[in-house]
């Protein structure tokens, strides 16, 4: 969302996210300095900032994870250009975020660090996300737009070589649509919510393959300790002339029944739990590898 101005927009942001609970929020335009360090947004982190300049300046992007949620990894921010990177970690599937504030004045270079940033990481991820304010007018393309641009046209370019789609379908500033969501991951929508400054704020839910688990209780028998002498014992002492008086069938039925009789007193069994996952491999060993992994990242 472009909130112009973060600090004189806390109150309003912090019920926002009280409401929706996204477990990632990009701003743009936070107009922060470097003489701002701390301010407090409450349930939620930061996890990257980039600011325009060191002194006073309305730029500026932010990138915020709910307290709870330990998913998303800043990877490195454009330095001629008001964008950042993160990887998103969901189950086993890594998403490349981008949050992205671009001024209306911004000199187009045909977005020749946009290809260079996505070629750099686009073979190590499973999906692409890139959201923020860009300012950006084409008409038959993003429809509520003042009209085709050759910027809007290479934009569109720059989406269809990397397999990309736009998926906000609302106005979210007046009449026009200049906060974009742009993905290749299929199923993707995005909802335009109420506005904090003149932008409405927009989500995006992703329908990525969740890790199902299933848990099955089973009565399992303990071998080990069994009493095997004493079911030995009561089978030899057994009169097993019977098998002889009536049919095959009744002496395969009878000789079963005396069996299980004696399985069922002499071995010990009990409840044990199961889990069957979608994602077998994905165990307590990999999990620790990954949090092992997330924390490497941090630490650098």
């Not at 701002?36 to 600011?51: K, M, Q, W």
């Not at 998303?72 to 970690?89: A, G, I, P």
């Not at 070589?161 to 974009?180: A, E, I, K, M, S």
């Not at 095997?228 to 089978?235: D, K, P, T």
Request: proline share 3%; aromatic share 8%; glycine share 4%.
């Amino acid at each position: 969302m472009n909130i112009q101005c973060l600090l004189a927009r806390l109150p309003e942001l912090s019920y926002q996210l009280e409401l929706l609970k996204p477990e990632v929020v990009c701003i743009q335009e936070t107009w922060l300095e470097a003489s701002i360090t701390e301010f407090s947004i409450p349930g939620y982190d930061v996890c990257s900032r980039r600011d325009r300049h060191k002194s006073s300046n309305r730029g500026g992007i932010l990138m915020l994870n709910r307290s709870d949620f330990n998913g998303l990894v800043h990877v490195c921010n454009c330095e001629s250009e008001e964008r950042s990177w993160h990887y998103l970690k969901i189950g086993v599937d890594t998403i490349l975020l981008g949050n992205w504030y671009r001024p209306g004045s911004t000199e187009h270079d045909g977005f020749s660090n946009l290809y260079r940033e996505l070629a750099e990481h686009f073979t190590q991820v499973t999906g692409v996300v890139l959201v923020g304010d860009l300012n950006i007018h084409h008409q038959r393309w993003l429809h509520h737009s003042r009209e085709d641009t050759r910027i809007g046209a290479d934009m569109k370019a720059l989406c269809d070589y990397h397999g990309l789609f736009q998926v906000v379908r609302q106005p979210t500033r007046n009449q026009y649509l200049l906060d974009l969501a742009i993905t290749d991951i299929p199923g993707s929508v995005a909802t335009v919510h109420a506005s904090i400054a003149d932008h409405n704020a927009v989500s995006v839910s992703m329908p990525l393959a969740a890790v199902k688990e299933t848990h099955v209780t089973r009565e399992v028998w303990h071998l080990k300790e069994a009493d095997w002498q004493s079911l030995l014992r009561e089978l030899m002492e057994m009169n097993w002339e019977i098998l002889h008086r009536d049919t095959a069938e009744d002496a395969v039925n009878f000789f079963q029944d005396v069996l299980w009789t004696l399985l069922i007193k002499y071995i010990p069994r009990k409840n044990a739990r199961y889990t069957h996952s979608t994602h077998p491999w994905l165990n307590s060993r990999c999990r620790a590898a990954i949090s092992h992994k997330n924390a490497s990242i941090h630490a650098l």
